[in-house]
């Protein structure tokens, strides 16, 4: 029996349909772990046949973890949106590390961490 009380909803960002992308690797392992995946991605309609949000502002049901796959200078510009969204938790994968968007998840009391969604995945520590 699997893991199934733990299933999440897990927002990825920067989500991608390219094979050699960490982002489509991480929702590949996601999908197969059972958690609920909303991908979001600026100019795609699907991932797998899983519907792609375009905005974060599309996004209206609860999530539980958001995995960044985008650099600082992407997540700039979407601070506001991140913390309006309140995630139960941010992960940042490794370069997407951003000293301006964790000080706002601090001020917001929203939990992150620096660590890699598809080791997490591996390990059992997601």
Do not use: W
């Amino acid at each position: 029996m699997g893991k199934t009380s733990n299933i999440q909803t897990v927002l990825i960002l920067g989500a991608s349909n390219k094979p050699h992308r960490y982002a489509l690797k991480a929702l590949q392992l996601l999908k197969r772990h059972g958690h609920r995946i909303i991908p979001v991605h600026p100019k795609l309609t699907e991932i797998e046949g899983i519907k792609v949000n375009n905005t974060l502002e599309e996004i209206t049901e609860s999530v539980d973890t958001l995995s960044l796959y985008i650099g600082a200078q992407r997540s700039q510009s979407l601070i506001k949106d991140i913390v309006k969204l309140k995630p139960g938790r941010v992960i940042f994968n490794p370069g997407t590390e951003s000293e301006l968007l964790e000080q706002a998840l601090e001020d917001a009391g929203i939990s992150y961490e620096h660590d890699c969604t598809l080791i997490m995945l591996e390990t059992g520590s997601f």
